[in-house]
Nanobody
Framework: VQLVESGGGLVQPGESLTLSCVASGLIYGISYCMGWYRQAPGEEREGVGTIDSTGRITYADSMKGRFTISKDNAKNTLALQMNSLKPEDTAMYYC?????????????????????WGKGTLVTISS
């Protein structure tokens, strides 16, 4: 499974940004959980949100309200809409996936329970 993120960049506080992740190499008939994670400089990687194979979305508590995950199954694409961005949202944002039927790993722990990771896309919030 290969995951390629795009859409990062430099934006001002208060602006919005949408990230995209294209997945390839997925096995037909196998269900996957996909998710977004981020890692700020000097910090541990943290979960933003996940979406399981039924479409159920779970956001990390600290991410609720300004972040929205969506998935296009036909295009194998995962998106992250980010609104009202703050300087503290500055981080490398990663897309991740794991084979899982109807569930996603809980946030935290080794690799946040995910098996496949993209290389990330950098989001910088600064005026």
């Amino acid at each position: 499974v290969q995951l390629v993120e795009s859409g990062g960049g430099l934006v001002q506080p208060g602006e919005s940004l949408t990230l995209s992740c294209v997945a390839s190499g997925l096995i037909y008939g196998i269900s996957y959980c996909m998710g977004w994670y981020r890692q700020a400089p000097g910090e541990e990687r943290e979960g933003v949100g996940t979406i399981d194979s039924t479409g159920r979305i779970t956001y990390a508590d600290s991410m609720k309200g300004r972040f929205t995950i969506s998935k296009d199954n036909a295009k194998n694409t995962l998106a992250l809409q980010m609104n009202s961005l703050k300087p503290e949202d500055t981080a490398m944002y990663y897309c991740a996936a794991i084979q899982a039927n109807g569930w996603c790993p809980k946030f935290g722990g080794r690799s946040n329970g995910m098996a496949y990771w993209g290389k990330g896309t950098l989001v910088t919030i600064s005026s």
